[in-house]
């Protein structure tokens, strides 16, 4: 971002539309990344003479001072001097006293040369060390800049939209990444509606405070935000500005702006501790379902909601939607309402706030709610998913026959469950003709008579281990327990197969 004195509009037919560099630029910006190269190891002040001559050469003031500004955040200033500047000018004054104060050069001299002699050092060193932390003494140590000069071009433009989204009340954008935009909008601390329109879709951008009155207060949020929006490939911005009083209107387009050879801003990765503290607890749980971030948007009535998570169930075609509640204005709450009423044949859980009270207001919506205080509890949420999940396993049962055949020697449950794409629970009723059950592990009877034959009391289990292995068989205990032998542990070196007693 640039400040605002170097802000370049046009206020033609009453918009406001920043005034972009264009190829005619790359010129000055070159120049103005030549003058930094050559000032490294030069006093501060040299720079900016040079920088001021480069101004006076320019065709706009305002542009050169525009690159000069970005050019100098990739800079690294230093401090030069023999001596700490704090120090010195402290011996300095000491030795000015003890003089009875400095009015002329000699007196000077002697100060100098007092103060040096209480630090060890020379005249010159302490003279050279006064002012040497001051900013226009301080010296160029290094300059490294991330942009050439079609890249600063585009790092102004950038820039210079961000600082005219200083003044905006309001942003509309239309872009190819909407999900991604939604989540960096929500973590700046905005507050977003996703609205219908003839074109598509728009995401209508505003501060809490504009539910009571058009504020400016969430410009830099705003310009934050610009940087999200311009890493999608296609995007339209349109903002509300108020220009001193005037409302005016600007509007952006990925023709305009880009993000030069740099990663987006770095956002937290959820929008609230709330949210983050439940899907780090819900993905540590080893359950059916995943937990999907954001999903697609739902239909609610003239615009759209994009709920905090999704549940996709592992074993068929079926989502559960995952909103939590708990925060906003009263004003907001009841837009909320508003488009849970609206949202229909879908499966919606909504964790609610007991502060906000209205909890039996969205059960009357038709959605199941999961109330909470200060966290939403998993339990609470993995109770009402086990709710649906015993409806999904009694329906896919159903498409499973009484028996089945496996082709392999071995295979475990888990694994058939997934060929046929059910729950393993599905297959508690299940019989299998042609295998043994040895713990979760079907088995055919030829394969434990040749193990069988294979094993022998006194074995090690390592031994063992390698001969079940070999015929894909994990479960050691399980399966040495179905054919009469146990293992005797001997310390931490291993064990021995024994027969049963």
Not at 72 to 96: G, I, M, N, Y
Not at 117 to 125: C, E, M, N, R, V
Not at 224 to 247: F, N, P
């Amino acid at each position: 971002m640039l400040t605002k004195d170097l802000l370049r509009v046009s206020r033609a037919g009453g918009r406001y539309q920043p005034t972009f560099a264009d190829r005619a630029a790359r010129p000055l910006a070159a120049k103005a990344i030549g003058v930094f190269q050559r000032h490294v190891g030069v006093r501060r002040a040299d720079l900016d003479t040079a920088l001021s001559a480069l101004e006076s050469d320019a065709d706009d003031f305002k542009l050169a001072r525009g690159f000069a500004s970005l050019l100098e955040r990739e800079t690294v200033f230093e401090t030069d001097s023999p001596l700490p500047p704090p120090r010195a000018r402290r011996a300095a004054f000491e030795a000015a006293m003890e003089c009875g104060g400095v009015t002329t050069a000699s007196e000077r001299e002697e100060a100098l040369r007092l103060a040096a002699k209480s630090l060890g050092s020379t005249p010159d060193a302490v003279d050279s060390s006064l002012v040497a932390d001051r900013e226009i003494e301080q010296v160029v140590a290094e300059f490294d800049p991330r942009w050439t000069p079609d890249e600063l071009l585009a790092q102004y433009n950038l820039s210079l939209a961000q600082t005219a989204l200083f003044d905006a009340t309001e942003v509309r954008i239309r872009s190819s990444d909407p999900k991604a935009l939604v989540s960096a909008t929500k973590r700046l601390g905005l507050m977003y509606e996703v609205r219908k329109t003839s074109g598509g879709r728009e995401l209508v951008v505003t501060g809490p405070d504009t539910l009571f009155q058009r504020t400016r207060r969430y410009g830099t949020s705003f310009a934050r935000l610009l940087r999200s929006v311009a890493t999608a490939g296609d995007w339209q911005l349109t903002a509300t500005i108020d220009d001193r009083g005037t409302e005016r209107e600007m509007t952006l387009t990925s023709d305009d702006i880009s993000v030069p050879g740099v990663e987006p801003m770095a956002e937290p990765a959820f929008d609230s501790e709330v949210e983050s503290d439940f899907a780090a607890r819900f993905r540590g749980l080893d359950l059916d379902w995943n937990l999907v971030r954001e999903p697609e948007p739902l239909e609610t009535g003239t615009s759209v909601m994009i709920p905090d998570f999704a549940f996709d169930y592992r074993f068929g075609d079926f989502r559960v939607f995952f909103e939590i509640m708990g925060f906003w204005t009263p004003e907001y709450v009841e837009k909320k309402l508003g488009q849970l009423a609206d949202v229909e044949d879908v499966e919606l859980v909504v964790a609610v706030d007991e502060s906000l009270g209205v909890g039996e207001e969205i059960a009357a919506r038709d959605h199941r709610v999961i109330p909470y205080t200060g966290s939403v509890r998993v339990k609470d949420v993995v109770d009402l998913l086990r709710e649906y999940e015993s409806d999904l396993v009694a329906a896919s049962a159903a498409t499973i026959p009484d028996e089945l055949r496996p082709d392999d020697d071995v295979i475990e449950l888990d694994a058939l469950a997934s060929k046929h794409g059910v729950a393993v629970e599905v297959l508690d009723d299940v019989s299998f003709p042609d295998h043994e059950l040895v713990g979760r592990t079907l088995i055919r009877p030829r394969v434990i008579e040749s193990l069988s034959d294979e094993i022998e009391d006194g074995q090690s289990l390592s031994v063992v281990e390698e001969l079940l292995a070999a015929r894909g068989i994990d479960d050691a205990s399980a399966t040495l327990s179905k054919l009469g032998y146990r293992v005797q542990w001997e310390g931490l070196t291993g064990g021995t197969v024994r027969e049963k007693q």
